[in-house]
């Protein structure tokens, strides 16, 4: 079983940057595609950035651009970089993993799931 701890949520203002956290424990972290996903007040949950076993990264169009992920095995942890913030980025972010090399934008290829932390953007 993997455990999947986020953190680096909070309060910004529009334009600014907030760096994710996601750390995990059990399994083998080095084996699995980790993925991003973002719930808005009222809204489903939706796909915001994922990084394969072989660190290639692919964004939502809503993102691409303005936030980076990236994984450090070695600390097993995956990062998400969120560069000039909009008031529509406000949402509770998820950090997901994946038993396998590869997974793609839809959350049922995801296999464990973080309780999320949560990341407001003022105008």
């Known amino acids: 079983q993997v455990q999947l701890v986020e953190s680096g949520g909070g309060l910004v203002q529009a334009g600014g940057s907030l760096r994710l956290s996601c750390a995990a424990s059990g399994g083998t972290f080095s084996n699995y595609a980790m993925g991003w996903f973002r719930q808005a007040p009222g809204k489903e949950r939706e796909f915001v950035a994922r990084?394969?076993?072989?660190?290639?990264?692919y964004y939502a169009d809503a993102v691409k651009g303005r936030f980076t992920i990236s994984r450090d095995n070695a600390k097993k942890t995956v990062f998400l970089q969120m560069n000039s913030l909009k008031p529509e980025d406000t949402a509770n972010y998820f950090c997901?993993?994946?038993?396998?090399?590869?997974?793609?934008?839809?959350?049922?290829?995801?296999?464990?799931w973080g309780q999320g932390t949560q990341v407001i953007v003022s105008s």
């Open positions: 997901a993993a994946a038993k396998r090399t590869v997974a793609g934008t839809a959350e049922y290829e995801y296999d464990f």
């Open positions: 990084i394969w076993r072989n660190s290639l990264p």
